[in-house]
């Protein structure tokens, strides 16, 4: 199977910046899209960032300018880079990748188990 491994959340003040990085390992053929998403107490599940295997990237509007997105193909690693932080990015955020185990196989999305992110003073 596909493991997906999500580190460098923590408390962080206004203003400030985190990165957070998300390593797959296991029977990887290959990984498509790459994405990185956020939960908040009490609120639906939020897209913050997707980056396909050219590198394209969409971000949510409440995110453009702050966050970048980027992947290192050969780690199986997508990385979110965090800036001018507020306490309304404060979630759980989980990464998502699209991947496929077999050249024949299907894609399936394997997701992480999420890393808290706190924005506070």
């Known amino acids: 199977q596909v493991q997906l491994v999500e580190s460098g959340g923590g408390l962080v003040q206004p203003g400030g910046s985190l990165r957070l990085s998300c390593a797959a390992s296991g029977s990887i053929f290959s990984i498509n899209g790459m994405a990185w998403s956020r939960q908040a107490p009490g609120k639906l599940r939020e897209l913050v960032a997707t980056?396909?295997?050219?590198?394209?990237?969409n971000y949510a509007d409440s995110v453009k300018g702050r966050f970048t997105i980027s992947r290192d193909n050969a780690k199986n690693t997508v990385y979110l880079q965090m800036n001018s932080l507020k306490p309304e990015d404060t979630a759980v955020y989980l990464c998502n990748a699209d991947t496929r185990t077999t050249r024949s196989g299907p894609v399936y999305r394997y997701w992480g188990q999420g890393t808290q992110v706190t924005v506070s003073s």
């Open positions: 980056i396909t295997t050219g590198n394209n990237t």
